[in-house]
Nanobody, 123 residues
């Protein structure tokens, strides 16, 4: 049973930081493509970033330089460090897993999803 559980969301002021975590079970993230996506009501789910088995990362241009994806293979936990937060970062953030060595930037290629954690950035 594959399960992804996000945590760490909350409300912060612009310029602040948050660290999101995704606890994975039922598989090992070490050999998977893991992604962070976000979605605002009424808009399509968009890529925040991903990380492959070799810790190679990709980021959306909107978050590049501010957000960092990392993983703890021993604990099977994926993280998203978010710095210099902006109001436009406000969204529901989702952890996703693709149990394959090949990675993807498309939400359609991720079969497994967490329930999401809300991030709200006030101006």
């Amino acid at each position: 049973q594959v399960q992804l559980i996000e945590s760490g969301g909350g409300s912060v002021q612009a310029g602040g930081s948050l660290r999101l975590s995704c606890a994975a079970s039922g598989f090992t993230i070490s050999s998977a493509c893991m992604g962070w996506f976000r979605q605002t009501p009424g808009k399509e789910r968009e890529l925040v970033g991903n990380i492959n088995y070799a810790r190679r990362t990709n980021y959306a241009d909107s978050v590049k330089g501010r957000f960092t994806i990392s993983k703890d293979n021993a604990k099977n936990i994926l993280s998203l460090q978010m710095n210099s937060l902006k109001p436009e970062d406000t969204a529901m953030y989702y952890c996703a897993a693709r149990r394959d060595f090949s990675c993807s930037t498309s939400s359609l290629m991720f079969p497994s999803w967490g329930q999401g954690t809300q991030v709200t950035v006030s101006s």
